[in-house]
């Protein structure tokens, strides 16, 4: 029995291929640069191009600008995973990153994110040639990382609202890509972003309220109550659908973007109104994640009908001279 035991002891452990253990590392360091929040940037930026340039822009200008701006987002990202390693171990929805298991160290994740910023900063200014694109992308980079991971995140309830500016830039770094500009149309779109961010994050924050509280991280919604969170969710969501219809003579949009703007704006103000009367009432089940994925759904819309609204014909056009 005993020399049984020694034979099975003395079996080696199999080895792991080293392809699989490159995989590995590949996929634990494109989680660092949180892809998801990666396309969701982009998707504002193709439409953006799209309206600067009164149709489609260059193929090769439009490739360049989504590389470019999926390493600035990138890079930002992972510094703000570097940053936040000792929350996200507290938090049980972030206690899986790559940073918290140890699949990549703090040190390599520092000189992976300084390496992603460095070569996106190179890449607006060689290769999509536009300084002006290229400042806006080191400002996005600069403004997340520290602007709302460094300074505002831990000491105000308002961190995601403020935060938030550096999520606005794509739109400004695509307009600037095509014009060089920028004009009161870019401004608008950075604007609808800029309200559209409270009630997009804080049903999220709703529910993980317990996580972001283990964390002593002062989301709003963990602070204050339900029912405020809910008012200015509703506050900022008009605001939202003020700027976008605000666009339509300022861009001349057509009847159209206009339809595409007040439907899907009715829409999600609805369901700001809807989170605040389950609020009232002390409903427990307040549907929050819901809400969560419809401002996606809401901001998808948006976009598609600026994309579209450039091949419309003139005779659509709301406000014709």
């Known amino acids: ?46 439409p953006t191009m799209v309206l600067a340039a009164d149709g489609w822009p260059s193929w090769s200008l439009v490739v360049a600008t989504l590389i470019g701006g999926a390493l600035a987002a990138g890079g930002a990202n992972v510094f703000n995973s570097y940053i936040d390693r000792d929350i996200d171990a507290v938090m049980k929805r972030t206690q899986n990153r790559p940073l918290v298991t140890g699949a990549v160290t703090p040190r390599a994740a520092l000189v992976f994110a300084w390496a992603l910023s460095i070569a996106a900063t190179a890449w607006f200014l060689w290769v999509v040639g536009s300084p002006l694109a290229t400042v806006l992308a080191v400002l996005a980079i600069l403004g997340y990382a520290v ?9 105000t309830s308002q961190n995601i609202v403020w935060g938030g500016l550096a999520g606005c830039m794509p739109v400004l770094i695509g307009w600037a890509a095509v014009t060089e500009s920028l004009s009161w149309t870019p401004v608008l779109l950075f604007a609808v972003i800029f309200f559209w961010t409270p009630p997009h994050y804080w ?73 605040y009367r389950r609020s009232e009432r002390g409903e427990s089940k307040l549907r929050e994640m819901r809400l969560f994925r419809d401002s996606i759904t809401y901001l998808s819309l948006v976009f598609a009908a600026v994309l579209i609204d450039p091949f419309l014909p003139d005779a659509l056009t709301v406000l014709q001279a």
Not at 16 to 38: D, E, H, Q, S
Not at 147 to 155: C, D, F, N, V
Not at 220 to 235: C, D, G, K, Q
């Open 1 to 46: 029995m005993s020399s049984a035991a020694s034979v099975t002891d003395e079996v080696p452990a199999p080895t792991v291929p080293r392809w699989l253990l490159a995989t590995r590392r590949l996929k634990a360091y494109v989680a660092l640069t949180k892809p998801r929040i990666i396309e969701l940037l982009l998707v504002t930026t193709i």
């Open 147 to 155: 602007g709302y991971t460094l300074i505002l995140k831990r000491r």
């Open 203 to 275: 049903p999220l924050s709703m529910r993980f309220r317990r996580d972001y509280a283990n964390a002593e991280v002062p989301m709003l919604p963990v602070v204050a109550s339900t029912r405020r969170v809910a008012i200015e969710m509703i506050a900022y969501a008009v605001a939202m659908v003020a700027a976008t219809l605000v666009l339509v003579p300022v861009a001349g949009m057509t009847w159209v973007y206009l339809a595409v703007a007040v439907g899907s704006g009715a829409w999600f103000v609805g369901g700001c109104i809807r989170l």
